[in-house]
């Protein structure tokens, strides 16, 4: 039996995409190990969810560390020492730098609350209604050294109505995010990405016909 794949997640806040990807652990729906979550805030809620699910947690303040590159290489040697081979950043608000990148090629993921390459960087949901954007979404994606610019895995839709605000837009879009998270690592576990220049591909991809608002996973 090969080992099971050892995930890691970063977060800085509430951790609902975080609790998504425990439950469908849970639910036997990802077939993976949370070695860990590291979070760079000491009042994140992600830390509760941590320990409620008997997740070792890591509260790992940047301020403590000379600069940015300090910071991620030693992020990355306590991932490397607990065998992670996936780091999955869940609301995690700090641009990660080059010592982590290197260290975990095309093996950090990230979820991005918009369509993807549109409305990069914060408030996403907010910028799609400002542009009058009818559709909006969500994105996962591998992490490059960008701001949200690395290949695309996995998106979906919903409508944006002319009476959205930010949190009720914002509230549909999690709903979905709660859904593509948890199935991007599923790909990823199962070997079913790979890439050809920025372009991810999908093994065994379930295909459907028409016009798809929420794709049934
Ligand atoms: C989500 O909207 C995610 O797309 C963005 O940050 C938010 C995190 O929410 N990157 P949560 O902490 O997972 O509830």
């Not at 805030?41 to 509760?48: D, E, G, M, T």
């Not at 941590?50 to 303040?61: C, D, N, Q, T, V």
């Not at 009476?163 to 979905?176: A, H, T, Y």
């Amino acid at each position: 039996m090969p080992e099971k794949l050892k995930i890691a997640v970063l977060a800085s806040g509430r951790g609902s995409n975080f609790q998504a990807i425990i439950n469908a652990i849970r639910d036997g729906y990802i077939d993976v190990e949370v070695a860990c979550l590291i979070s760079d805030s000491p009042k994140a809620f992600a830390l509760n969810r941590a320990k409620e699910a008997g997740i070792e947690s890591l509260y790992m303040a940047s301020q403590k560390h000379a600069n940015a590159n300090d910071y991620y290489g030693t992020i990355a040697t306590e991932l490397k020492d607990r065998g992670v081979g996936l780091i999955c950043l869940a609301g995690f608000m700090r641009i990660v730098k080059k010592p982590l990148i290197d260290a975990y090629p095309m093996r950090i993921i990230n979820i991005h609350p918009a369509l993807l390459p549109s409305f990069t960087g914060l408030d996403g949901q907010q910028k799609a209604i400002d542009y009058g954007a009818k559709i909006a979404g969500c994105t996962v994606h591998f992490v490059d050294e960008g701001v949200d610019t690395g290949p695309i895995i996995v998106q979906a839709a919903t409508f944006v109505y002319s009476d959205d605000d930010e949190e009720s837009l914002s509230q549909r879009i999690l709903n979905l995010e709660h859904k593509i998270y948890p199935y991007a690592i599923k790909l990823f576990s199962e070997g079913r990405l790979s890439l050809k220049g920025r372009v991810v591909s999908i093994r065994d991809e379930k295909k459907e016909d028409g016009f798809i608002i929420s794709p049934r996973l």
